[in-house]
């Protein structure tokens, strides 16, 4: 027999829940070689799936040592233990975890698109592992259209594919009939010949005749562990599959393979991204068309000041001017702090110059002077009283003007609106003082 590639010395395993600790393995030591046909049995409860994780890398265990390959795993976190899982286990489970929309040879196919292996080097590789496990005359068939014995064989096939040094088996033939569990036993005897396979099974009838070995558990520890009339293959050389990064094209390939793979769910997808980029438009048009209402028929502009917690834009549905009277009113209601007579301002971007002293134009955001308070002025200057005065940054005094020259005097402040986008056809031209200057952003705050 080859040296043992599995090890297992006094390993634990509990599991912790609610209503206390459980036991799942107890001082279990073994190991295992490649070449062996290894079964492991008992009732259910018993600690064999519970082993079989643990061999596999599946699941951590709380005492004792697991030799791999003779290293101790003891320090494995989970990436070593995801390593370990891509290149020495290969999975075959009762439920066959196979892709239903794929034939049997994109099915297999896909354990070596896994190992990075290009389409040439795939190709023949698969119609061997395929004739291996007797499906020639089923690879272009779907796996829906297999019976359960050849879904089966596909998965060891796909198992076979990934070419790691150990199968794991669980109760793969429960849901088969006798026949064909025994058709799939031998198959894995088969398997057994350059490889250690491992299965977890509740009946052993069909299989005793094939395995080399068979562990029975009971209460989470071994009750008794046999060795068969059958003898392992003896010097077998441990082979660690080699595994490239898969290509950025083939990862694209087999994506489009999955989405066309599924015609009915490929029609549902388009029409569901469809109905969702219909609803998306509507919303939008939704949202444009109330920008456009609040502005009295003008787009708002993109003033993102002017989005801010606790603002009401209020209008009229007849668009007729709010009266001072009905300014007063709102500016009575309980929790309301300030009424912006000329709201629709802050939604713009502003233009201004200096009457008197530059006739440069400038951009700038305005803002509301309920924003500012009397102590962030620079000395000097105030807040304005009037709808004619305004706050101004300190940003935009002009050179070699100094700031006793700026209040008092007079800038052109002049607003674009547009009835289409980026089509301005009207504007707002107001002359006013500047009574106050801030440092700051440029911005000019109005009242």
């Not at 389409?119 to 796996?143: A, F, M, P, W």
């Not at 396979?197 to 070995?213: F, G, K, P, Q, W």
């Not at 388009?270 to 502005?295: E, P, R």
Request: hydrophobic letters at 35%.
């Amino acid at each position: 027999m080859s040296k043992p590639i599995i090890q297992l010395e006094n390993i634990s395993k509990y599991y912790t829940g609610a209503g206390g600790v459980g036991l799942g393995l107890r001082k279990v030591n073994c190991s295992f070689s490649l070449g062996e046909f290894v079964i492991i049995t008992g009732p259910s409860g018993s600690g064999k799936t519970t082993l079989l994780n643990v061999i596999s890398g599946m699941d951590t265990y709380e005492e004792g040592i697991l030799y791999i390959n003779g290293e101790d795993s003891t320090y494995f976190g989970p990436k070593e233990y995801e390593e370990y899982r891509r290149n020495y286990i290969s999975f075959i489970f009762q439920n066959y975890n196979l892709v239903d929309s794929f034939t049997v040879y994109q099915n297999v196919e896909l354990a070596l698109i896994a190992r990075g292996l290009s389409k040439t080097e795939r190709q023949d590789k698969v119609l061997q592992i395929i004739d291996e496990v007797g499906l020639s005359h089923r690879k272009k068939h779907r796996v829906t259209q297999l019976s359960g014995g050849e879904k089966q064989r596909v998965a060891i096939a796909r198992a076979l594919a990934s070419d790691a040094p150990i199968m794991v088996c669980d109760e793969i033939t429960g849901n088969l009939d006798k026949k064909t569990s025994e058709e799939i036993i031998a198959l894995l005897r088969k398997v057994s010949y350059n490889k250690l396979v491992l299965l977890v099974s509740h009946d052993i009838e069909e299989a005793i005749m094939h395995a080399t070995r068979v562990i029975t558990m009971h209460d989470g520890m071994i009750e008794s562990d046999v060795e068969t009339g059958q003898k392992p293959q003896s010097d077998i050389a441990l082979t660690i599959p080699e595994s490239k990064s898969v290509a950025t094209k083939t990862a694209v390939d087999l994506g489009i393979r999955f989405l066309f793979s599924t015609p009915k769910k490929l029609v549902l997808l388009l029409f569901i991204f469809m109905v969702l980029n219909i609803l998306s438009a509507y919303a939008y048009s939704l949202y444009a068309f109330s920008d456009s209402n609040l502005g009295g028929g003008y787009w708002v502009g993109v003033n993102h000041f002017s989005y801010y917690p606790g603002r009401i834009v209020v209008k009229k549905t007849d668009n007729s001017p709010i009266t001072p009277e009905e300014i007063t009113a709102l500016k009575n209601i309980k929790g309301v702090k300030n009424v912006i007579k000329y709201d629709l301002a802050l939604e713009q971007s502003a233009y201004f110059y200096f009457e008197n002293i530059d006739y440069s134009y400038y951009n700038t955001s305005v803002r509301s002077t309920s924003e500012l308070r009397e102590k962030d002025l620079i000395a000097g200057s105030r807040l304005p009283q009037n709808e004619n005065e305004v706050v101004f940054s300190v940003r935009y005094l002009p050179e070699e003007t100094e700031l006793k020259d700026l209040l008092n005097q007079p800038i052109r402040l002049r607003f674009e609106l547009c009835r289409e986008r980026n089509v301005f056809v009207d504007y707002i031209d107001d002359c006013l003082e500047i009574v106050g200057v801030f440092e700051g952003e440029g911005e000019i705050y109005v009242t």
